[in-house]
């Protein structure tokens, strides 16, 4: 009877939607970022972890976005930023293409230890601050 528990508990979490996401070569242990309601189908996680010289690294990855040409405004890319807070300047820290799948990823690192990390769809990949919404967002605190 025990066993079937068991056997049972981990048939659904194979089927579900977050396993599903972590069998695909994603993340585990990832945090789901928050969507707006622009772009709903969108999916975002984020993994942090501290480095051995004390920075955050971040490794996203995003699937299902739009095309950021058919988005109104139109837009090239979308960038992905990190500020201290949503009243402080934020920090390009890097575009994400889009491939056919609609995913996209990016890889980079912070010294920042509480932030916001957000996307947003810009007209460039190297703009210096943000003119886009906030399509995709997460706060990150290590105290």
């Known amino acids: 009877m025990r ?4 056997t049972l508990v981990t048939a659904a979490l194979a089927l579900s939607p977050v396993a599903a996401f972590a069998v ?3 993340f585990d242990r990832a945090t789901v970022m928050n969507v707006s309601p622009d772009i ?10 501290k480095t051995d010289d004390g920075n955050i690294s971040i490794n996203l990855s995003i699937k ?5 040409q058919k988005l109104q405004p139109p837009s090239a890319v979308y ?10 300047p934020a920090q390009n820290i890097g575009a994400i293409r889009i491939d056919k799948e609609r995913a996209g990823s990016l890889k980079s690192v912070t010294p920042l ?5 957000f996307v947003t769809a810009e007209a460039a990949g190297q703009v210096q601050e943000p003119t886009g919404v906030r399509l995709l967002w997460i706060d990150y605190n290590t105290e």
Do not use: M
């Not at 709903?40 to 972890?49: D, H, I, R, S, T």
């Not at 230890?113 to 990390?117: G, N, Y």
């Open 64 to 68: 299902y976005l739009a095309d950021p």
């Open 79 to 88: 960038v992905v930023w990190v500020s201290k807070d949503k009243d402080s």
């Open 3 to 6: 066993i079937s528990r068991i």
């Open 113 to 117: 230890h509480t932030f916001q990390l």
């Open 40 to 49: 709903p189908a969108a999916e975002g996680k984020v993994k942090f972890n």
């Open 24 to 26: 695909t070569g994603i």
